[in-house]
């Protein structure tokens, strides 16, 4: 697939794999990348990559990708910024919450179950998010076409 002239969204960018995908998106031609993250970070990452890819735009956004108004709010500037809508979209974020599924406390003998806040956290963040992220990509590609 061509990607040259396109624009990505690429969330969890600050670091990691986030990060390595825009770099790789960056090399391979791609137009423009907005770089998604809950860390303030994300933002030296978008002027190192800047730095280092100075064929490829990029934006930096700070926000809750569990956040259905942050997302739509970030598509929203993408296009605005870059003049096109995303067409490829990379949804990276990722969390970990690691603790024992049960863990007996040794004071009460009663077992201390993984907290179910955590779990859900986990899960919106890593599995619903990405979803969505991606649908909205799909949504929006969809009424581009019909304008």
Same mark, same amino acid.
């Given at each position: /697939?061509?990607?040259?002239?396109? $624009?990505?969204?690429?969330?969890?960018?600050?670091?990691?794999?986030? #990060?390595?995908?825009?770099?790789?998106?960056?090399?391979? @031609?791609?137009?423009?990348?907005? /770089?998604?993250? /809950? !860390?303030?970070? $994300?933002?030296?990452?978008? =002027?190192?990559?800047?730095?280092?890819?100075?064929?490829?735009?990029?934006?930096? +956004? $700070? @926000?809750?990708?569990?956040?259905?108004? +942050?997302?739509?709010?970030? +598509?929203?500037? !993408? =296009?605005?910024? +870059?003049?096109?809508?995303?067409?490829?979209? $990379?949804?990276?974020?990722?969390?970990?919450?690691?603790? &024992?599924?049960?863990?007996?406390?040794? =004071?009460?003998?009663?077992?201390? &179950?993984?907290?179910?806040?955590?779990?859900?956290?986990?899960?919106?963040?890593? #599995?619903?998010?990405?979803?969505?992220?991606?649908? =909205? /990509?799909?949504?929006?590609?969809?009424?581009? *076409?019909? *304008?």
């Amino acid at each position: /697939m061509r990607i040259d002239q396109n $624009v990505a969204v690429v969330t969890g960018a600050a670091r990691g794999i986030g #990060l390595a995908t825009v770099q790789q998106l960056a090399t391979r @031609g791609i137009e423009a990348v907005a /770089m998604v993250d /809950m !860390a303030d970070a $994300v933002g030296a990452s978008a =002027e190192r990559c800047a730095a280092d890819y100075p064929n490829t735009r990029f934006k930096a +956004f $700070v @926000g809750d990708t569990t956040d259905e108004a +942050f997302r739509k709010s970030v +598509f929203d500037q !993408a =296009e605005a910024e +870059f003049g096109k809508p995303v067409r490829v979209c $990379v949804p990276a974020a990722g969390i970990t919450r690691d603790k &024992l599924g049960a863990k007996v406390n040794k =004071e009460t003998g009663k077992a201390d &179950l993984y907290p179910p806040g955590d779990f859900q956290l986990v899960i919106d963040v890593n #599995l619903i998010a990405p979803v969505y992220w991606s649908l =909205e /990509m799909v949504g929006r590609l969809a009424e581009s *076409r019909k *304008r």
